[in-house]
């Protein structure tokens, strides 16, 4: 297509009347295109016939928001402040298309936040309908969130989760929606007749359960069936280019993105990011990330109990007869608080930066065997159904006739007991379904922050006894979700079932088995069926447990918010979406009117930056502490560098970076590392909040196999003066040696 003309060289209604023709053209052109590949490829010049079933796209976008100044996401912790970046945060988007009726695709994105939200899902399915009319609907769009505890808050529109960042924050919002947009437009531009494969392997020493004593409460015949109490398989669906060349996978494997710990500052994608570059990095070792055309996408699965921290809980309470011993396995206490209980990765002696590599290392090598072993084809429709249900009071069967409700969201007492991954406050604890254990203060405090709970909730919530009546709370505006998405994605004998909360291992293996079982019963799909589970997706209901984990009430069954039942809430609903997955099905199922929109009554109390400013006789990017340049570094050893800094609020650089390292080559500067590498930190520090004044100190620890020669650290930043423009500046190092 030509380009457009500038707007500003026409009058208003001619520029209108372009745009529209501009749009029409492209919409032709784009189903004209896809109509000539799922007939036929142009090789070499020539026309051929095409085997593949299906169009295939993949693309990646940066949606890292705000590095500093900022709460982040995941451990609901008013001190966790960031202040600098480990490595960017990413969506990966993956589109499947039917070739012989385009109309038929999904897209499935992978995003490397905390959990989906209503607020940010609404924003890129209107763009995308926006740009692509027709094509890319709420229907077939999935959010699905990695659960990085390591990645930038304040995005969800619900009041609760904004607690700790202050409000609501846009410009984390804005980030994500942009860079997600920009990974659906990159995936639609790369789509291509292609095959899809499927394969399972079983992946050790990646997860453990942090909640066994509430896995035990599962009956035993039930628990006799599963060698583990969490799942060790790891499913991974192979992107084929039609002459059988890899173009990516999405892997799903449940482990929480909890590898770096909650005094963790830095941002990150946590371990399922590191898998991510980890594979991307292996695949095309000579680009930077973010500029690939590989795309691995390392998706959640039923998350809700499981830890990445495998050595499991110990007290580290020094001076404490206890440290060094097993937390109490019922309460997750060291003493009888939780402060003390946390568990430990397999790296904990060096840092936890250490226990993610290896953990995304783990599932690095689990998908990498999967992708060269033998896998299936997936031959079959493309079909996506999605549906919204109100979970508040939502009535429905069992299956043995009795008629159950869920509740309006409340969380549990043990809620804010936190995990072992990170701890609570107070003297909270897990593993209690009685509020009688807890200081009398909180019973008074409670009603003071969300509406006191009527009998009708106590009994709906039991024997959950509520701390944060949520559900009842709409002022200044909603506290919690009371509707939420449904939604199952299908290619042929692989259905992806995209779950707006963390389910547990058993909640997990319920629902899989029960929607697989609609599928091969209905005759939907043969018993070669895949069904897989991912989420927090599109909307966020916290926590879903099964009953009998619910009835322990330690934190995944006290953040279960719809109450007892919500597990056969969801298997309900998820299974009455499968005839909407046939073949020849038609039609859209019953739903729910969408939640409300809440980001535009949205508070947001994050002060905007104000201004920069250079101390006398300095300018911005000057080296305040420079490299070594008469030493020789080697492999381990971390070189950095202290730069005169501004707020890197100022500018996000998307898709660019705030960093790199260069090496000199024929006398040219080649930029060989970013600030998207794990071997690189940025770090801001505001030295004068007054006077404006700010440091940016680049760390790189030199890997192994790293090449000989010149290098320079060079820092990208952006100031902002207190009247005029934002302008951007650079610091560069001095040269140093790697021997």
Known sequence: MPSLPSPSALPNDLWDLVVSIYDAMSSFLWYFTAFLASTSVVPNGGLQGVAAQYLLGLGIGDITGPVVETNMMGYADLAQVDRGLHMRERSRAFIVADAAAPNNRIVFINADIAMGDTGVRRSIVAQLSSQFPGVYTDSNIAFVATHSHAGVGGYLENLLPQVTSLGY???????????????????????????????????????????????????????????????????????????????????????????LYQNNTLVSGDNKGMAAFLYESFVEPNSLPGNITFVAGFTQSNVGDTSPNTLGPICQSPGKEYDGQPCDPDHSTCGGTVQDCRGRGPGFRISDFESNKIIGQLQFEGARGIMNGPLSPVQGAVKSVHAYVAMANHSFQLADGRTVSTCPAAMGYAFAGGTTDGPG????????????????????????????????????????????????????????????????????????????????????????????????????????????????????????????????????????????????????????????????????????????????????????????????????????????????????????????????????????????????????????????????????????????????TVSWTIESGTPAGTYRLRYYGDSKPLIGSISSFTGTSSSFTVG
């Open 425 to 696: 406050a107070a003297d909270f604890i897990q593993g209690s379904n009685t509020s009688t254990t807890q200081n009398p203060f909180w019973e008074i405090v409670k009603g003071a922050i969300t509406p006191v709970p009527s009998n009708a909730q106590k009994a709906c919530q039991d024997p959950k006894p509520i701390l944060l009546n949520t559900g009842y709370a709409h002022w200044p505006y909603e506290w919690a979700p009371n509707t939420v998405d449904v939604q199952i994605q299908r290619v042929g004998n692989f259905v992806m079932l995209i779950v707006p909360g963390e389910f547990t291992t058993m909640a997990g293996r319920r629902i899989r088995e029960a929607v697989r079982t609609k599928l091969i019963a209905d005759g939907v799909i043969g018993d070669d069926a895949y069904v897989v589970l991912a989420g927090p997706a599109n909307a966020y209901s916290h926590y879903v447990t099964t009953r009998e984990e619910y009835g322990i009430q330690r934190y995944e069954g006290a953040s279960t918010i719809f109450g007892p039942y919500t597990l056969e809430a969801f298997i309900d609903k998820y299974t009455s979406l499968v005839p909407y997955l046939a073949n020849t099905a038609t039609g859209t199922p019953a739903s729910d009117p969408p939640p409300a929109e809440q980001t535009s009554k949205a508070i947001s109390l994050q002060t905007a930056v104000v201004f920069d400013a250079e101390p006398i006789g300095q300018r911005f990017g000057n080296v305040l502490t420079d490299v070594s340049t008469t030493a020789t570094y080697s492999a381990g050893q971390t070189v950095s560098a202290q730069f005169v800094g501004a707020n890197p609020r100022n500018n996000l650089r998307l898709e660019g970076t705030f960093l790199s390292v260069d090496r000199l080559v024929n006398g040219q500067w080649v930029v060989v590392r970013s600030d998207s590498h794990p071997s690189t930190i940025y770090e801001w520090v505001r030295t004068n909040l007054i006077l404006g004044f700010s440091t940016v």
């Open 169 to 259: 924050v846009k410009q984390t919002a804005d980030a994500i929606v942009a860079g997600t947009v920009l990974a659906v437009r990159r995936a639609h531009q790369s789509l291509a007749p292609g095959r899809l494969r499927v394969g399972n392997a079983t992946v050790l020493n990646a997860n453990i359960n942090r909640s066994p004593t509430a896995y035990l409460a599962n009956p035993a015949a039930e628990r006799a069936r599963y060698q583990y109490d969490q799942d060790k398989e790891m499913t991974v669906l192979r992107f084929d280019d039609n002459n059988g060349n890899a173009r990516g996978l999405l892997s799903f494997f449940p482990v929480h993105c909890t590898s």
